[in-house]
T-cell receptor, first 115, second 112 residues
Framework: AAGVIQSPRHLIKEKRETATLKCYPI?????VYWYQQGPGQDPQFLIS???????DKGSIPDRFSAQQFSDYHSELNMSSLELGDSALYFC??????????????FGAGTRLSVL | AQSVTQPDIHITVSEGASLELRCNYS??????LFWYVQSPGQGLQLLLK??????LVQGIKGFEAEFKRSQSSFNLRKPSVHWSDAAEYFC??????????FGTGTRLQVFP
């Protein structure tokens, strides 16, 4: 079965650079979620989109922005990167909107290293 | 504030032994409860979930979990652990919003 696809899998950037992470949800899933997992930490919710509109927002820095496109894929844009942004970024998708009862299926993540 | 506590940071068991991973949550109502597993370098895979009904839920890979309202707990169990079960296990809580709140995880090590 098709899963959530994230690209790239690994990304190395310098401080103050920008990065774009991409997420392709499971076919027919209409909701995407972004999480950040720092080293040795639990995943922290950043933001979610349902039908191309922002659905919920967590602890996402102002330097980050995200959107969901007409084909339901999503991109997380990160600017003015800081060392503390080094983390594993997960995308998840679900069917029929957000809300906790919709099971979130996670991708393998993008590991971002900021040097 | 809502929170999820996994008291055991690291657990080591022998292959074939039974396993119980603890999870406690703090929330005013009964949340939706999940267990995810993360193998090294991999994403999060859903093991099982509890929404309502029977408090003992079965998941994949032989795992089960029991919801106990009186203890605000949702402990994960497996009767006989396999070496391939070595991974990080996360308990998560969902409410009436999109986000999942994760516990800090329990790292399981399995000795042959």
């Amino acid at each position: 079965a098709a899963g959530v696809i994230q690209s790239p899998r690994h990304l190395i950037k310098e401080k103050r650079e920008t990065a774009t992470l991409k997420c392709y949800p499971i076919p027919r899933h209409d909701t995407v979620y972004w999480y950040q997992q720092g080293p040795g930490q639990d995943p922290q919710f950043l933001i979610s989109f349902y039908e191309k509109m922002q659905s919920d927002k967590g602890s996402i820095p102002d330097r980050f922005s995200a959107q969901q496109f007409s084909d339901y894929h999503s991109e997380l844009n990160m600017s003015s990167l800081e060392l503390g942004d080094s983390a594993l970024y997960f995308c998840a998708s679900s069917l029929e909107g957000g809300g906790a009862k919709n099971i979130q299926y996670f991708g393998a993540g993008t590991r971002l290293s900021v040097l | 504030a809502q929170s999820v506590t996994q008291p055991d940071i690291h657990i080591t068991v022998s292959e074939g032994a039974s396993l119980e991973l603890r999870c406690n949550y703090s929330y005013g109502a009964t949340p939706y409860l999940f267990w995810y597993v993360q193998s090294p370098g991999q994403g999060l895979q859903l093991l099982l979930k509890y929404f309502s009904g029977d408090t003992l839920v079965q998941g994949i890979k032989g795992f089960e979990a029991e919801f106990k309202r009186s203890q605000s707990s949702f402990n994960l169990r497996k009767p006989s652990v396999h070496w391939s079960d070595a991974a990080e296990y996360f308990c998560a809580v969902g409410m009436n919003t999109d986000k999942l709140i994760f516990g800090t995880g329990t790292r399981l090590q399995v000795f042959p």
